[in-house]
């Protein structure tokens, strides 16, 4: 997720919280892979291992992308208080 070289900063905190939203998920993610029920996992692999990596990676970044957890969104609102005042542009 990048941003414009001439974004404003509310386009750049907009960035940054869905950055954030897609690290928080990430960790989420990661510590529920490590939760075991009792047993043992029968296909364990370094390879499966990096495949689910992968794909909570994907996850995230697409599940902070859309919105639909609505964090970033919430940080956005919190955190523009301490924006500096946004001068129109013509």
């Known amino acids: 997720m990048t ?3 001439g974004a404003t ?3 750049k905190l907009a ?3 869905r ?3 897609a ?3 990430r960790q989420m993610l990661a510590e529920a892979r490590k939760t075991h029920f009792g047993g043992e ?3 364990s692999s370094q390879a ?6 992968m794909q909570d990676e994907h996850f995230a970044d697409a599940t902070a992308q859309s919105g639909v957890l609505g964090l970033a969104k919430i940080i956005e ?10 001068k129109d542009r013509d």
């Open 41 to 43: 996992r029968l296909f």
């Open 9 to 11: 900063d509310r386009e």
């Open 3 to 5: 941003v414009a070289p």
């Open 15 to 17: 960035a940054t919280a």
């Open 19 to 21: 950055q954030f939203e």
């Open 77 to 86: 609102e919190q955190m523009t208080r301490f924006l500096p005042a946004q």
């Open 48 to 53: 499966l291992d990096t495949f689910n990596q």
């Open 23 to 25: 690290i928080f998920v």
